[in-house]
């Protein structure tokens, strides 16, 4: 044992320091950061080196649904890599056939096929590859308000200000402006008109591109990144039926959503909509080891039942990761964490959130399902002006930063983004954490309030 073992403060600063020379951080001006050195973490919660404690309201970038380091989860890793660590993409094996099954079984309606990517943005860019082969069409439209991911295809269907630094190569991408009854691009005066002019405004946008240069129209079960945002009741049926009617495959990208989060294994069954291909990563192995991966339509996967399809990833599948989706999804059946994350919502986060709201006039809304909420915090209740404008850094983003640091001074790590406070715990979190963290939060809102106008 090194001397730095004994002695926390120094172990942090050799964590820190060698961090700052070798790791290029993701979506950060380097000289500009200072991580946190994590030293640890279980359940709700993780831990510096200095022992403070985060009650993580933000299950890591929405992943641990199943909170941190789950005893089945790790030994069922642990026995994987000492039985078969690893084996080709193209071979047959049991732990990846039973993942398989075991996703095929939980998605909607009749996705029985699954193709496994990495990651997120993999499956995007997959399930995008797929519906233009299958359509011979090139367009795929995608939402203004909506983040499919990092790579190149994902980072331009994104719609958000992340897609600006590659605004060259957005060929084939078309954006169209989903509902969002709180700022409605449709000026709608209640969810009933947002969802009737959505509706319309997708069907104009599909009429004027031609329907016929239309492989996919893609779209977040429930906007996450975007701020939450969950569609008003009959906007995914029209969106099925448009695409229907016009041969268009149907994308829904649940990374963020799928495995628990809203409350069901697939936030589409809130609707009872079955897309032709469904995105999922993230919660399949809680993130213990990286998958994601699309679920496919019998008609899709009939397009390269004798043709083959021309992707595939060198890793595609790999048997850690599979065994960690395994043993993720029985552990969230064994102990009913979807109808825990249901329950937490209906019961704790999403009461205790809206007593806040009427507490704190910097609360303009709360939004939310299951284990999944944001607060949209604005500086003028009236005329809803966000507490911090779009795609704000620096000095103007004072006002969040200091809500933030007000929240982890308190114990909690909530996940920010511009004026939004997401509300993600792990989909188990335990009903005291809840109550710890809404009153954390409590304290941190006073912060912002005195941030309003
Ligand atoms: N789609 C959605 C809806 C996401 O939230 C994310 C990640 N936050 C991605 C795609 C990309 O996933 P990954 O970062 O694993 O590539």
Not at 276 to 299: E, H, M, N, Q, R
Not at 421 to 438: F, M, R, S, T
Request: hydrophobic share 45%; charged share 20%; glycine share 10%.
């Amino acid at each position: 044992m090194n001397a730095e073992a004994h002695d926390p403060a120094a172990a942090r600063d050799a964590v820190k320091d060698a961090d700052r020379k070798h790791v290029f951080h993701s979506w950060s001006a380097q000289e500009l950061i200072d991580p946190l050195a994590v030293a640890g973490a279980e359940g709700s919660y993780f831990w510096d080196y200095d022992g403070n404690r985060y009650l993580d309201f933000s299950s890591a970038l929405v992943y641990t649904n199943i909170g941190y380091q789950h005893p089945k989860v790790t030994a069922a890793v642990q026995e994987q890599a000492a039985r078969l660590c690893t084996v080709a993409p193209g071979f047959a094996v049991d732990v990846r056939s039973e993942a398989a099954r075991l996703i095929a079984e939980r998605t909607p309606g009749d996705l029985d096929k699954i193709f496994f990517t990495n990651a997120g943005a993999e499956a995007v860019e997959n399930a995008v590859r797929m519906a233009r082969l299958h359509t011979g069409r090139p367009k795929v439209l995608s939402t203004y308000r909506s983040y499919h991911g990092a790579t190149s295809t994902a980072i331009n269907l994104t719609g958000d200000a992340r897609r600006f630094g590659n605004d060259t190569a957005t060929a084939g991408v078309v954006h169209f402006w989903g509902p969002f009854a709180y700022r409605s691009p449709f000026y709608a005066a209640t969810e009933a008109e947002e969802c009737e002019r959505a509706l319309r405004h997708l069907e104009d946008t599909i009429v004027f591109e031609g329907p016929q240069s239309i492989a996919a129209v893609i779209l977040e079960t429930v906007g996450g990144a975007p701020g939450v945002l969950v569609p008003p009741a009959g906007y995914l049926p029209g969106v099925r039926e448009l695409c229907d009617r016009h041969g268009i495959v149907l994308i829904l990208d649940e990374v963020m959503v799928g495995f628990g989060r809203t409350g069901t294994w697939f936030a589409a069954e809130h609707w009872d909509v079955v897309p032709d291909l469904l995105c999922f990563a993230k919660g399949v192995t809680s993130g213990y080891v990286p998958l994601g991966g699309v679920a496919i339509s019998p008609a899709i996967a009939e397009t390269f039942a004798r043709r083959p399809y021309p992707g595939g990833l060198t890793y595609s599948g790999h048997v850690l990761a599979c065994a960690a989706a395994v043993a993720t999804i029985n552990v969230m059946a064994e102990e009913d964490i979807v109808g825990r994350s249901a329950r937490t919502g209906a019961e704790l986060l999403g009461p205790g959130l809206r007593a806040l709201a009427e507490r704190h006039p910097s609360v303009g809304e709360v939004r939310g399902l299951g284990t999944f909420w944001a607060l949209e915090l604005v500086r003028d209740a009236a005329t809803r002006e966000p507490l911090v404008p779009y795609n704000a850094s620096g000095a103007d983003n004072a006002p969040m930063a200091a809500f933030g640091a007000a929240c982890r001074k308190g114990g909690l790590w909530p996940l920010l983004a511009g004026n939004r406070v997401h509300v993600a715990p792990p989909c188990n979190i335990e009903a005291p954490d809840v109550a710890k963290g809404l009153e954390i939060l409590d304290e941190a809102l006073s912060v912002a309030d005195a941030h309003m106008r």
